[in-house]
Protein backbone atom coordinates (compact mmCIF):
# COMPACT_ATOMS: atom_id res chain seq x y z
CA UNK A 1 0.00 0.00 0.00
CA UNK A 2 1.56 3.74 -1.20
CA UNK A 3 1.10 5.18 2.39
CA UNK A 4 3.01 2.44 3.78
CA UNK A 5 5.55 2.39 1.31
CA UNK A 6 6.05 6.05 1.78
CA UNK A 7 6.51 5.24 5.54
CA UNK A 8 9.31 2.98 4.77
CA UNK A 9 11.66 5.93 4.13
CA UNK A 10 10.40 8.30 7.26
CA UNK A 11 10.37 8.21 10.87
CA UNK A 12 7.35 8.05 12.26
CA UNK A 13 7.67 9.14 16.04
CA UNK A 14 3.84 9.67 18.42
CA UNK A 15 4.95 12.37 20.71
CA UNK A 16 2.42 10.94 23.35
CA UNK A 17 2.82 8.35 26.08
CA UNK A 18 -0.59 7.53 26.29
CA UNK A 19 -0.92 3.68 26.14
CA UNK A 20 -3.89 3.96 23.96
CA UNK A 21 -2.48 6.03 21.52
CA UNK A 22 0.37 3.52 21.12
CA UNK A 23 -1.69 0.57 20.69
CA UNK A 24 -4.25 2.17 18.08
CA UNK A 25 -1.10 3.31 16.15
CA UNK A 26 0.37 -0.37 16.46
CA UNK A 27 -3.22 -2.10 15.32
CA UNK A 28 -3.68 0.75 12.20
CA UNK A 29 -0.42 -1.13 10.95
CA UNK A 30 2.03 1.62 11.50
CA UNK A 31 5.40 1.22 12.75
CA UNK A 32 7.03 4.24 15.14
CA UNK A 33 8.98 5.36 18.27
CA UNK A 34 7.36 7.18 20.97
CA UNK A 35 8.95 10.05 22.54
CA UNK A 36 7.38 12.98 24.83
CA UNK A 37 8.39 16.36 25.75
CA UNK A 38 6.15 17.87 28.58
CA UNK A 39 4.80 20.48 27.83
CA UNK A 40 2.00 22.16 30.18
CA UNK A 41 -1.79 22.37 29.02
CA UNK A 42 -2.92 25.45 29.11
CA UNK A 43 -4.76 27.13 26.87
CA UNK A 44 -6.83 30.54 26.31
CA UNK A 45 -9.90 30.81 27.69
CA UNK A 46 -11.43 32.33 24.69
CA UNK A 47 -11.09 29.52 22.36
CA UNK A 48 -14.21 27.31 21.05
CA UNK A 49 -13.94 23.28 22.66
CA UNK A 50 -12.79 22.39 18.58
CA UNK A 51 -9.80 25.46 18.67
CA UNK A 52 -8.99 24.48 22.06
CA UNK A 53 -8.19 20.30 21.39
CA UNK A 54 -6.72 21.85 18.38
CA UNK A 55 -4.57 24.61 20.48
CA UNK A 56 -3.56 21.78 22.66
CA UNK A 57 -1.77 19.26 20.27
CA UNK A 58 -0.06 22.31 18.57
CA UNK A 59 1.45 23.13 21.69
CA UNK A 60 2.89 19.30 22.47
CA UNK A 61 4.34 19.72 18.87
CA UNK A 62 6.21 22.91 19.62
CA UNK A 63 9.03 21.52 22.11
CA UNK A 64 9.86 19.04 18.68
CA UNK A 65 10.38 21.96 16.56
CA UNK A 66 13.59 22.35 16.20
CA UNK A 67 14.30 18.81 16.48
CA UNK A 68 12.83 17.69 13.88
CA UNK A 69 15.16 15.85 10.88
CA UNK A 70 14.07 15.93 6.80
CA UNK A 71 12.37 12.28 7.63
CA UNK A 72 10.92 12.45 10.47
CA UNK A 73 6.34 12.75 10.96
CA UNK A 74 5.53 13.67 14.56
CA UNK A 75 1.84 13.43 15.67
CA UNK A 76 0.71 14.44 18.82
CA UNK A 77 -2.51 14.67 20.10
CA UNK A 78 -4.77 15.83 22.43
CA UNK A 79 -8.50 14.76 23.55
CA UNK A 80 -11.43 16.77 25.23
CA UNK A 81 -14.48 15.95 26.72
CA UNK A 82 -17.03 18.81 26.34
CA UNK A 83 -19.95 18.54 28.17
CA UNK A 84 -22.72 21.63 28.25
CA UNK A 85 -19.60 23.76 27.16
CA UNK A 86 -17.54 23.35 29.93
CA UNK A 87 -14.06 21.14 29.87
CA UNK A 88 -14.20 17.78 31.63
CA UNK A 89 -9.88 17.51 32.19
CA UNK A 90 -8.62 14.56 34.14
CA UNK A 91 -9.43 13.77 37.61
CA UNK A 92 -7.64 14.71 40.11
CA UNK A 93 -9.45 12.16 42.98
CA UNK A 94 -12.25 9.72 43.54
CA UNK A 95 -14.31 12.76 44.37
CA UNK A 96 -13.54 15.05 41.53
CA UNK A 97 -13.88 11.42 39.21
CA UNK A 98 -17.44 10.79 40.72
CA UNK A 99 -18.47 14.66 40.02
CA UNK A 100 -17.47 14.47 36.64
CA UNK A 101 -19.35 10.64 35.75
CA UNK A 102 -22.04 12.16 37.72
CA UNK A 103 -22.73 14.86 35.17
CA UNK A 104 -21.83 12.82 32.10
CA UNK A 105 -24.67 10.10 33.62
CA UNK A 106 -27.86 9.72 31.64
CA UNK A 107 -27.15 12.30 29.52
CA UNK A 108 -24.78 12.61 26.21
CA UNK A 109 -21.19 14.86 25.91
CA UNK A 110 -18.80 15.59 23.72
CA UNK A 111 -15.64 13.86 22.93
CA UNK A 112 -12.96 15.98 20.76
CA UNK A 113 -9.63 15.44 19.66
CA UNK A 114 -7.08 17.31 18.04
CA UNK A 115 -4.18 15.70 15.92
CA UNK A 116 -1.35 17.88 15.16
CA UNK A 117 1.05 16.20 11.98
CA UNK A 118 4.01 17.85 12.05
CA UNK A 119 7.08 18.08 9.79
CA UNK A 120 10.58 19.76 9.34
CA UNK A 121 9.43 23.03 8.70
CA UNK A 122 5.73 22.11 7.95
CA UNK A 123 2.54 21.50 10.46
CA UNK A 124 -1.16 20.59 9.83
CA UNK A 125 -3.94 20.28 12.62
CA UNK A 126 -7.40 18.64 12.47
CA UNK A 127 -9.66 17.74 14.92
CA UNK A 128 -12.35 14.95 15.39
CA UNK A 129 -15.75 15.27 17.44
CA UNK A 130 -17.58 12.11 18.87
CA UNK A 131 -20.88 12.27 20.73
CA UNK A 132 -21.64 9.65 23.33
CA UNK A 133 -24.55 8.74 25.13
CA UNK A 134 -24.61 7.52 28.64
CA UNK A 135 -27.52 5.13 30.50
CA UNK A 136 -28.48 6.19 33.55
CA UNK A 137 -26.12 4.14 36.22
CA UNK A 138 -26.31 3.91 40.36
CA UNK A 139 -24.44 5.76 42.71
CA UNK A 140 -22.36 2.12 43.58
CA UNK A 141 -21.84 1.20 39.51
CA UNK A 142 -20.16 4.56 39.49
CA UNK A 143 -18.17 4.27 42.68
CA UNK A 144 -17.14 0.80 41.60
CA UNK A 145 -15.89 1.38 38.33
CA UNK A 146 -13.76 4.57 39.76
CA UNK A 147 -12.45 2.40 42.79
CA UNK A 148 -12.00 -0.54 40.50
CA UNK A 149 -10.33 1.26 37.32
CA UNK A 150 -8.76 4.35 38.71
CA UNK A 151 -9.78 6.67 35.85
CA UNK A 152 -7.78 9.08 36.81
CA UNK A 153 -5.51 9.49 33.69
CA UNK A 154 -8.28 9.77 31.12
CA UNK A 155 -10.43 13.31 30.27
CA UNK A 156 -13.95 12.87 32.03
CA UNK A 157 -12.61 10.56 34.09
CA UNK A 158 -13.64 7.33 32.26
CA UNK A 159 -12.41 4.89 29.43
CA UNK A 160 -15.11 4.09 26.79
CA UNK A 161 -12.87 0.96 26.11
CA UNK A 162 -13.08 -0.17 29.86
CA UNK A 163 -16.15 -1.90 32.32
CA UNK A 164 -18.11 1.08 31.83
CA UNK A 165 -18.23 1.66 28.23
CA UNK A 166 -19.20 -2.19 27.73
CA UNK A 167 -22.12 -1.54 30.61
CA UNK A 168 -22.71 2.67 30.26
CA UNK A 169 -23.10 3.54 26.86
CA UNK A 170 -25.65 3.72 25.54
CA UNK A 171 -25.48 4.77 22.19
CA UNK A 172 -22.21 6.88 20.46
CA UNK A 173 -22.54 9.01 17.26
CA UNK A 174 -18.87 9.08 15.12
CA UNK A 175 -15.82 7.64 16.03
CA UNK A 176 -15.28 4.85 18.59
CA UNK A 177 -11.60 5.30 18.48
CA UNK A 178 -11.55 8.76 18.52
CA UNK A 179 -13.34 8.53 22.13
CA UNK A 180 -10.31 6.23 22.75
CA UNK A 181 -7.98 9.05 22.18
CA UNK A 182 -7.05 8.87 18.49
CA UNK A 183 -9.32 9.14 15.37
CA UNK A 184 -7.59 6.62 13.22
CA UNK A 185 -9.67 6.90 10.29
CA UNK A 186 -9.30 10.55 10.13
CA UNK A 187 -5.55 10.27 10.85
CA UNK A 188 -5.18 8.04 8.15
CA UNK A 189 -6.65 10.09 5.85
CA UNK A 190 -4.93 13.32 6.89
CA UNK A 191 -1.46 11.39 7.05
CA UNK A 192 -2.06 10.68 3.18
CA UNK A 193 -2.52 13.88 2.04
CA UNK A 194 0.09 15.32 4.24
CA UNK A 195 2.35 12.99 2.98
CA UNK A 196 1.81 13.14 -0.76
CA UNK A 197 2.26 17.34 -0.29
CA UNK A 198 5.54 17.23 2.07
CA UNK A 199 7.15 14.01 1.34
CA UNK A 200 6.67 13.32 -2.45
Known amino acids: MQIFNQLKKIDLILGSQSPRRKALLQDAGFRFTTQVIPTLENFPSNLA ?34 KDKQILNKASDEKEAFEMLSM ?72 FYNVMGLPVAALFRHMKTFLQKHFS
Not at 58 to 63: D, G, H, T, Y
Not at 158 to 172: A, H, L, R, S
Open 49 to 82: PEEIAEFLCRQKAEPFRNQLQENNLLITADTIVV
Open 104 to 175: LNGTHHNVITGVCLSSQGQSECFHETTKVFFHTLTREEINWYIQNYKPFDKAGAYGIQEWIGMIGVKKIEGC
